[in-house]
């Protein structure tokens, strides 16, 4: 979920400008049309994933639509479940949860922390890895595969180091 978000706010599509955010950002109440777009792509890749396992016979009854996943799990406490991004918007569980970030060097504003586990934890241990299941089963993971070019592009090489290895693991 983590990178989908980052790369709507900060990826080549957003509008970031590369200067410092004037304010610490939340994940899910300040989630952007666009990252919540990407969400919602790479999720239904893993739906994908989870049809070809089911064609060979692997039935995986904990994968579903992230949507109906955040429904299900909160229920009353999201005032608006139409959309996803409305989902994640209005989900009282997550209103107070913060993107990482660190302050610039000058003190004038936030950056997201490319150090943080949104990018070392879920990008070799989530993404990376889903998208060499994808290329093990013969399914295209292109938006994943697009955001996990990108988020390797921004990390710190000690963190993209684990991610070919884990990936050759699948």
């Not at 209103?95 to 936030?110: L, T």
């Amino acid at each position: 979920m983590h990178p989908a978000i980052l790369y709507g706010l900060m990826g080549p599509y957003s509008q970031w400008d590369e200067k410092p955010f004037p304010n610490r950002i939340k994940w899910w109440a300040e989630a952007s049309e666009l990252g919540s777009y990407f969400l919602s792509m790479c999720d239904a890749e893993l739906i994908m994933l989870r049809n070809e396992y089911a064609r060979r016979g692997k039935v995986l009854t904990g994968v579903h639509d992230i949507q109906k996943e955040i429904v299900d799990a909160y229920g009353n406490q999201i005032s608006d479940p139409r959309t996803l991004m409305s989902t994640l918007r209005t989900n009282k569980a997550y209103d107070g949860a913060y993107i990482p970030m660190v302050r610039s060097a000058n003190n004038d504003g936030w950056f997201v922390d490319v150090t943080s586990r949104a990018f070392c934890e879920d990008v070799p241990f989530g993404l990376s890895l889903l998208v060499g299941l994808g290329a093990s089963l013969g399914v295209q993971t292109p938006m994943m595969s697009e955001i996990e070019k990108w988020a390797l592009s921004v990390m710190q090489p000690e963190h993209r180091a684990l991610t070919p290895v884990l990936a050759k693991m699948v």
